[in-house]
T-cell receptor, first 111, second 107 residues
């Protein structure tokens, strides 16, 4: 069966520091991969999605970037964190056009 | 992009009560999912329902794609049903989330 791993679970980082969040999927090939962010107020906002290695689509211009160096690995990065980058970051995968499944999330606090 | 509206935004129930959550969306969609976000933030898949009706225990969902809405029914609610319920229609490659319905079930 397929599983999705996301780490770390919580992270406290100073303003101006770099960020790297990693997400990996097991048990499937060529998944669609997604990064979402949930700020206070409940809604989930799509940040990036990828339909294949090296193919990244950005939904919201911001201080973050994403990369997909391997088929089942998706990385969210920032060179310099801002206070506004605080939030709950969720990685997800789906087969093309199919049901999406989410990781357990990373709670990021920028101080 | 597609617009998603969920109602009600907040709901308080006593244990044992039934409820209906609604999701309206603005455009044609390929499919739709319902999720429950637990107190730890994890998104639990409830239904993958592009159209028709599905049931899973005390929960059921109906999507009427031609009229652009979906309903989630919770019967005989329990305290463990508390949390935020999201619908997320899929348009092409991505899911768009509504703002959710926050449900509190009191004993």
């Amino acid at each position: 069966s397929q599983t999705i791993h996301q780490w770390p679970a919580t992270l406290v980082q100073p303003v101006g520091s770099p960020l790297s969040l990693e997400c990996t999927v097991e048990g499937t090939s060529n998944p669609n991969l997604y990064w979402y962010r949930q700020a206070a107020g409940r809604g989930l906002q799509l940040l990036f999605y990828s339909v294949g290695i090296g193919q990244i689509s950005s939904e919201v211009p911001q201080n973050l970037s994403a990369s997909r160096p391997q088929d089942r690995q998706f990385i969210l990065s920032s060179k310099k964190l801002l206070l506004s980058d605080s939030g709950f970051y969720l990685c997800a995968w789906s087969p093309t056009g199919g049901e999406a499944f989410f990781g357990q999330g990373t709670r990021l606090t920028v101080v | 992009g597609i617009q998603v509206e969920q109602s009600p935004p907040d709901l308080i129930l006593q244990e044992g009560a039934n409820s209906t959550l609604r999701c309206n969306f603005s455009d044609s969609v390929n499919n739709l999912q319902w999720f429950h976000q637990n107190p730890w933030g994890q998104l639990i898949n409830l239904f993958y329902i592009p159209s028709g009706t599905k049931q899973n225990g005390r929960l059921s969902a109906t999507t009427v794609a031609t009229e652009r809405y979906s309903l989630l029914y919770i019967s005989s609610s329990q305290t463990t049903d508390s949390g935020v319920y999201f619908c997320a229609p899929r348009e092409y490659s991505t899911l768009t989330f509504g703002k959710g319905t926050m449900l509190l079930v009191s004993p």
